[in-house]
């Protein structure tokens, strides 16, 4: 250890300097300050957890000087590892070691770095270290809502995803409240942008009022935006509305009902969204055997038919695929007899096949939710129904019949015979890949009575998808046709992949 010693000489208070901070100058009747002071912590707020943000100009600084310090003066607190940028800056040692700092740009936003230096009362000077400086981001601009989504909808609950904007320190929480307040003990926050509400009103419309605070503490709640969402609803016609547009953006649930009822409408190629599971409420057993579950919807009816039995909100749905037995579509007259036969007639064959043996095949509990209405069958005259059904209704009430002439054609409005492309043609079935099939169908509709020949006849859909009338003692397929009570409950989309689901019943 090199060792100075000065033995009788008067030191006055001076400047000593040597290279080696752990070797000491040791002097006797003579005063010599220590040397190269230096800074051992030196931290921004009150810990020195990285990153650090702040929205206030004026922070505090801590800093423990070394234990090699002695008779420190002054320290310097600047943005520069420069000391000699520290004229004018020096200020007094505290014994609390906190200082306050005012950033030199208060009008600048971003990363700032610290610097400190100290000095003791003989001049020497510290020189920076990684110990003495700090890094902190200043922000005073609050965060901002960029969209607010509700990317799932339910009945009693939604999903809020919040996106805000904040590119200097970044988002910390995001806060929403069903109510507009300035006070912030009314918001509900959260670190995550994405949030369930729940214990909502099915049906019902609610406001949101969402702002987000950032990592400085910028609170966005005074530029707070606003969004409405709208829960699901357990009434079938508000369900199928948020819907009502397939894949490509199509509309294809009709917004003014045509006799009453509001249809699906358009190609095989664009109703996409009418799929319906009936027998059964497991999506895979419905997509794995469509012959028995599958249905479509052809519509939903507006409000109640007193002459029907029908009730707003019912649904008017179609077996998706003729109805087989042994795996052979089923063949079947509309009548056993060639003259003034209705529905109602009991030459009529359809009619009890349907509502028998055909009805058997459903479940008991499903067949609960099946209405028992009259239906609309027209009379001997009714030649040209197919635009608007004659509305005689039947004498009886049956749970299931045909699809009405009506329906085929106002199922894609182009002409009373050429709705080829259909999407309620029976050759689309479940796939809108289907070709042409051989099935004829029938509907519910009579022709009438066609003097030519001195017949009477009903009308039925051709293989190609043109709508013709032919005589009643003809043998073609059926799909039946039933109105669900108006008490149920839907889930799904309407895909066929993610067709509509009854979860339950009232």
């Not at 002097?27 to 300050?33: A, M």
């Not at 002071?37 to 702040?54: A, M, S």
């Not at 420069?82 to 740009?105: H, R």
């Not at 909502?200 to 005074?222: C, M, P, Q, R, T």
Request: negative net charge; proline residues 3%.
């Amino acid at each position: 250890m090199l060792v100075i010693t000065i033995i009788n000489v008067a030191v006055k208070d001076t400047h000593a300097y040597y290279n080696s901070v752990t070797d000491p100058v040791q002097i006797f009747n003579g005063k010599v300050g220590n040397f190269k002071p230096r800074i051992d912590i030196f931290y921004i707020k009150e810990n020195n957890v990285q990153p650090k943000y702040t929205n206030s100009n004026i922070n505090t600084v801590y800093l423990t000087p070394g234990n090699n310090n002695r008779n420190l003066d002054q320290v310097c607190i600047i943005e520069t590892n420069n000391i000699s940028d520290c004229t004018n800056k020096w200020q007094s040692i505290q014994p609390s070691n906190q200082y306050n700092y005012t950033f030199a740009n208060t009008n600048e936003e971003g990363e700032k770095v610290i610097f400190g230096f100290v000095k003791d009362r003989y001049g020497n000077k510290s020189i920076t270290t990684t110990t003495s400086k700090d890094t902190i981001t200043y922000d005073v601009t609050p965060p901002t809502i960029t969209s607010v989504t509700a990317p799932t909808i339910n009945e009693t609950s939604l999903t809020l995803s919040i996106e805000a904007n904040d590119t200097t320190s970044g988002i910390s929480e995001y806060c929403y409240s069903t109510s507009d307040s300035t006070s912030e003990s009314n918001y509900i926050c959260g670190i995550n942008n994405s949030v369930v509400v729940n214990d909502l009103e099915a049906g019902k419309e609610y406001s949101f009022y969402v702002y987000a605070k950032d990592k400085a503490g910028n609170s966005g709640i005074a530029s707070r935006a606003h969004y409405s969402f709208k829960t699901k609803s357990s009434n079938p016609l508000d369900y199928l509305n948020q819907y009502k547009n397939n894949a490509k953006g199509e509309q294809t649930l009709q917004n003014n009902p045509v006799g009453g009822l509001y249809r699906y409408y358009g190609t095989y190629q664009e109703v996409t969204n009418n799929y319906i599971c009936f027998g059964t409420s497991n999506v895979e057993t419905c997509k794995n055997s469509p012959d028995t579950y599958m249905y479509r919807i052809i519509g939903i009816q507006k409000n109640d038919n007193d002459s029907l039995g029908l009730k707003a909100n019912q649904l008017k749905i179609i077996k998706a695929t003729p109805v087989k037995e042994s795996g052979n579509v089923k063949i079947i007259a509309w009548s056993s007899a060639n003259s003034d036969i209705n529905w109602d007639n009991g030459s009529n064959t359809v009619r009890p096949y349907l509502n028998t043996t055909f009805l058997s095949t459903i479940d008991s509990t499903w067949q609960g939710i099946i209405s028992n209405p009259k239906w609309y069958i027209g009379d001997n005259t009714s030649a040209d129904s197919t635009t608007t059904e004659v509305k005689i209704p039947s004498t009886g009430n049956y749970q299931v019949g045909l699809m009405y002439a009506s329906d085929y054609y106002n199922s894609w409005t182009y002409n009373a015979i050429g709705n080829t492309d259909s999407w309620l043609h029976i050759t689309h079935g479940t796939s809108s890949s289907s070709t042409y099939s051989s099935q004829y169908e029938w509907t519910m509709t009579r022709y009438g009575y066609y003097s030519v020949l001195d017949d009477f006849y009903a009308w039925f859909v051709g293989s190609d998808g043109s709508m013709f009338f032919y005589w009643l003692g003809n043998t073609f397929a059926v799909r039946p046709v039933f109105y669900l009570s108006s008490n149920i409950k839907l889930s799904g989309n309407g895909t066929e992949t993610s067709p509509f689901i009854i979860t339950f019943t009232r």
